[in-house]
C-alpha cells in the first residue's frame, strides 16, 4: 500500500515494509517489519502529449526517512527497531539513528517533526527557497491526515495483511509497495 502527500517540491510517501539487514547490527538480526515513511523531492515534468495530456509527476529524492518497524518474531506493538535515517547521499541513507521517543510514542513524535519540517530539512542538507518554504508550511495543515494513514498502515501490519515476506523469494528480502 502506497500513499503519497504531494505539495509543489516536497511530497511525503508512505508505504508498509518487510525487510531483512543483510548486514545487521548487534541485537538487529531477523526480520523487521512495519511502516516506512519519506519525505522526497517532487519533480512535474513537462507535458508528453496535448495540452489537455496528465502531467508526470516523479517522486524523486529521498530527503529523510522513519522506519516504524518491529521484529517480526518479537512483541507486536513493541516498536523495537524503529529509527529515523536523518540524512540521504544521494538514494542511500545514512546510518540508522535510534531515538527512545521515536520508539515510544512513535506517531506523536513522527507528527512533531513532520511540524518542524523545516528544521528536519535543515539537518538534511536541503536548500530552501520559496516554493520549498510554502511546501513546508502547506504540510503542516495535513500532518494529521498523514499521521492517520502511517496510523492504518501500522494497523493492517499488525494484522498481518501489510508487511509480510515477498511471496515470490526467501523471507530473508525485501517486500514494500514501493519504497
Same mark, same amino acid.
Given at each position: 500500500?502506497?500513499?503519497?502527500?504531494?505539495?509543489?517540491?516536497?511530497?511525503?510517501?508512505?508505504?508498509? *515494509?518487510?525487510?531483512?539487514?543483510?548486514?545487521?547490527?548487534?541485537?538487529?538480526?531477523?526480520?523487521?517489519?512495519?511502516?516506512?515513511?519519506?519525505?522526497?523531492?517532487?519533480?512535474?515534468?513537462?507535458?508528453?502529449?496535448?495540452?489537455?495530456?496528465?502531467?508526470?509527476?516523479?517522486?524523486?529524492?529521498?530527503?529523510?526517512?522513519?522506519?516504524? *518497524?518491529?521484529?517480526?518474531?518479537?512483541?507486536?506493538?513493541?516498536?523495537?527497531?524503529?529509527?529515523?535515517?536523518?540524512?540521504?547521499?544521494?538514494?542511500?541513507?545514512?546510518?540508522?539513528?535510534?531515538?527512545?521517543?521515536?520508539?515510544?510514542?512513535?506517531?506523536?513524535?513522527?507528527?512533531?517533526? *513532520?511540524?518542524?519540517?523545516?528544521?528536519?530539512?535543515?539537518?538534511?542538507?536541503?536548500?530552501?527557497?520559496?516554493?520549498?518554504?510554502?511546501?513546508?508550511?502547506?504540510?503542516?495543515?495535513?500532518?494529521?491526515?498523514?499521521?492517520?494513514?502511517?496510523?492504518?498502515?501500522?494497523?493492517?501490519?499488525?494484522?498481518?495483511?501489510?508487511?509480510?515476506?515477498?511471496?515470490?523469494?526467501?523471507?530473508?528480502?525485501?517486500?514494500?509497495?514501493?519504497?
Amino acid at each position: 500500500m502506497l500513499y503519497i502527500f504531494g505539495f509543489e517540491r516536497i511530497g511525503v510517501a508512505v508505504s508498509d *515494509l518487510y525487510f531483512v539487514d543483510p548486514n545487521p547490527g548487534k541485537g538487529q538480526e531477523g526480520a523487521e517489519h512495519g511502516v516506512r515513511l519519506e519525505v522526497r523531492m517532487l519533480e512535474q515534468a513537462p507535458l508528453k502529449g496535448s495540452i489537455y495530456s496528465a502531467r508526470p509527476i516523479n517522486v524523486d529524492r529521498p530527503i529523510w526517512r522513519v522506519d516504524l *518497524l518491529e521484529s517480526v518474531d518479537g512483541r507486536p506493538g513493541s516498536f523495537d527497531r524503529t529509527h529515523h535515517h536523518p540524512a540521504f547521499t544521494e538514494w542511500n541513507p545514512g546510518p540508522r539513528v535510534f531515538d527512545r521517543e521515536l520508539s515510544g510514542d512513535p506517531l506523536q513524535w513522527l507528527a512533531g517533526k *513532520l511540524a518542524d519540517l523545516d528544521t528536519v530539512l535543515e539537518k538534511a542538507g536541503v536548500e530552501r527557497d520559496e516554493s520549498i518554504a510554502a511546501d513546508v508550511a502547506e504540510l503542516r495543515g495535513y500532518v494529521p491526515e498523514i499521521i492517520d494513514s502511517v496510523s492504518r498502515l501500522l494497523a493492517r501490519v499488525g494484522k498481518g495483511e501489510l508487511g509480510t515476506p515477498p511471496d515470490d523469494g526467501p523471507a530473508d528480502s525485501v517486500r514494500a509497495s514501493w519504497l
